[in-house]
């Protein structure tokens, strides 16, 4: 069981590293906008399959992830204005553009999944050896999430960063300082999504395919994720916030692992990770409970 928990290690953490971005994803309308989006479950699909159709088509490998970044920003847009000028709730509206976004993914790829070969990858066009070298895909992916966290950290501190989180902690107090409310929910939400569909584009150019159903479960996986990070990280700071999300995701892909390694049935992950959710959420709320009921 150690020998087969140690095998997958490597395999997992550069899981855990790309799926971060969906987990940074996440976090960023739940705890600075205050709204919760499920937008991520079509954003991450619909950003791998415009790279996967983009790349086999001859486009560039940086040209293909980018275009498919500022298709995850424009799901994340699409479903802050949806919740603004319609008064959907956000969460209703993320199931709409999910929806949608499959649509978009089968009429992209004009078929349910597309094989993309490894030389058209970007860690081919950076280093054929990437590829074939887990540790160098685990030392890449480290350096593109420490500077995804750097520019993350430098921007919330300018001043439209600032104005951001100002806009999720008093959404009433906004208009009264003259801040457009609408206008950094949906920024909020495009940021968002763009980070989720880069974790679309890199989990196709790693595992070499996309397919139509890849999001699927990756809302929980993430929320799973960000739960464990603030469990351990904290969420004080804007720092901890957003390392917050890279920790715990890290740290849940190693406990998938360590179950995989003991036998568990995979087909069990799904709902394990979702009783832990389930859980991990009720337990400040029967603790509050708890703590009234002796109060009183």
Known sequence: MIDTFINLIPV???QSLIYAFVALAIMIPFRTL????????????LGGCIAAALLTAGVDPWSGTGIAVLAGAAAGMVTALIHLYFQVPSLLAGILVATMAWSVDLRVMAMPNKAVPAELSLFDWLSPAILLDIRLQMALLGVLVCATLLGLIA??????GLTLRCVGANA??????????????????????????LGGALVVQTQGYADVTMGFGVLVNGLAALIIGEAIIGRATIGRQLVAPVVGSVIYYQLVS?????????????FLTGAFVL?????????GRSRSIVGT
């Open 34 to 45: 205050a709204l919760p989006d499920l937008t991520v479950e079509g954003s991450l699909p």
């Open 172 to 197: 009433r107090l906004a208009p009264a300082l003259g801040i457009s409310r609408r206008r950094y929910v949906v920024a909020g939400f495009g940021l968002a999504n763009a980070l989720a569909a």
């Open 12 to 14: 997992t953490l550069v």
């Open 155 to 160: 921007f919330y501190r300018t001043e439209v």
């Open 279 to 287: 859980v991990t959420l009720a337990v400040p709320l029967i603790t």
């Open 258 to 270: 360590l179950g995989l390694a003991t036998g568990l049935n995979p087909s069990d992950l799904k």
